[in-house]
T-cell receptor, first 111, second 115 residues
Framework: QKEVEQDPGPLSVPEGAIVSLNCTYS??????FMWYRQYSRKGPELLMY????GNKEDGRFTAQVDKSSKYISLFIRDSQPSDSATYLC???????????FGSGTQLTVLP | GAVVSQHPSWVICKSGTSVKIECRSL??????MFWYRQFPKQSLMLMAT?????????EQGVEKDKFLINHASLTLSTLTVTSAHPEDSSFYIC???????????FGPGTRLTVL
């Protein structure tokens, strides 16, 4: 079993839809949780960063962490075609330590 | 967020030659830098972790003599692919974290093609 599980998709939604992306993990030592967006042939771009459990909102993006369930989510409201990319969840057990990535979910937002 | 650059963005070389890729943190001091490779439609695979002024720590299965990593300053790390072969063709990405950050910030990646 992988330490971090993420549905690879592909996920296709109409423009304006709410998108829900999720990851589960098994290592209870993880404390830092991140979501990255990666466009084709580009490096990952940090979208959201959360420490421990709770919610964080930034514009159209909301990240949720439930450490008791070992489950994290990223919600995208009013999705746009420009949101079409691969979304990677990542987590680590400490500051500056290596990240463990999910496999990535490929999202397409149709105009 | 912090900015990380990579150079070159794309390189083609002949089999048997060596290629150096640079990773720079532009607006912060990167105490730790990471090197990844990524194959098409796959997630990132960590190759090594380097702390400024120390030897890099390589992941299992990564040949340290083939992938030389130097992190000589708080803003620069280099990855040298020695005696490159076609199977080394891949997308190489660096990331960096610093004293002021818990997150890692990624560079734009370098596409290496070995003929």
């Amino acid at each position: 079993q992988k330490e971090v599980e993420q549905d690879p998709g592909p996920l296709s939604v109409p423009e304006g839809a709410i998108v829900s992306l999720n990851c589960t993990y098994s290592n209870s030592a993880f404390q830092y949780f991140m979501w990255y967006r990666q466009y084709s042939r580009k490096g990952p771009e940090l979208l959201m960063y959360t420490y421990s459990s709770g919610n964080k909102e930034d514009g159209r993006f909301t990240a949720q962490v439930d450490k008791s369930s070992k489950y994290i989510s990223l919600f995208i409201r009013d999705s746009q075609p420009s949101d079409s990319a691969t979304y990677l969840c990542a987590m680590s057990g400490g500051r500056g330590r290596q990240l463990t990535f999910g496999s990535g979910t490929q999202l397409t937002v149709l105009p | 967020g912090a900015v990380v650059s990579q150079h070159p963005s794309w390189v083609i070389c002949k089999s048997g030659t060596s290629v150096k890729i640079e990773c720079r943190s532009l607006d912060f001091q990167a105490t730790t830098m990471f090197w990844y490779r990524q194959f098409p439609k796959q997630s990132l695979m960590l190759m090594a972790t380097s702390n400024e002024g120390s030897k890099a720590t390589y992941e299992q299965g990564v040949e340290k003599d083939k992938f030389l990593i130097n992190h000589a300053s708080l803003t620069l790390s280099t990855l040298t692919v020695t005696s490159a072969h076609p199977e080394d063709s891949s997308f190489y990405i660096c990331s960096a974290s610093g004293r002021s950050y818990n997150e890692q910030f990624f560079g734009p990646g370098t596409r290496l093609t070995v003929l």
